[in-house]
């Protein structure tokens, strides 16, 4: 038995928003979408570098409000990159923690992004 990396499901409620959130903005690649039909809720999966995300409009498919955390390298690059596009609905910021650097980004329908890149200690 092998047990694979977690996928979160994140619940959205609107298409436009998730991908201008998402993939705009945060850096995702869509690599497939499904619906059962053409007027179906969408399922769709992202990803960017090893991080893999499902979104989907479908009822019970997450909860809005969820937190997920993701751990990273270049946590201040990336938050660089996201001050440089000038988004309105996000500007954020980096805590230091005891375990870590911390970066919360809330998408449009209230789920928490947390980034975070753990401190490595040498002995």
Not at 13 to 20: G, N, Q, R, V, Y
Not at 61 to 89: R, W
Request: with cysteine; glycine share 6%.
């Amino acid at each position: 038995m092998h047990l694979e990396h977690a996928i979160p499901i994140l619940r959205i409620f609107s298409i436009p928003l998730a991908e201008t959130f998402y993939l705009d903005f945060l850096g995702f690649t869509k690599r497939w979408e499904h619906r059962f039909a053409p007027d179906m809720p969408l399922y769709m999966e992202i990803a960017r570098d090893n991080l893999v995300l499902h979104l989907s409009e479908h009822f019970g498919d997450g909860t809005p409000g969820s937190a997920v955390f993701l751990p990273m390298e270049g946590i201040h690059a990336l938050q660089q990159d996201l001050i440089n596009k000038n988004a309105s609905f996000a500007r954020p910021d980096i805590t230091k923690e005891s375990w870590g650097f911390n970066m919360n980004v809330t998408d449009p329908f209230g789920n928490h992004l947390r980034f975070c890149e753990q401190h490595h200690e040498h002995s």
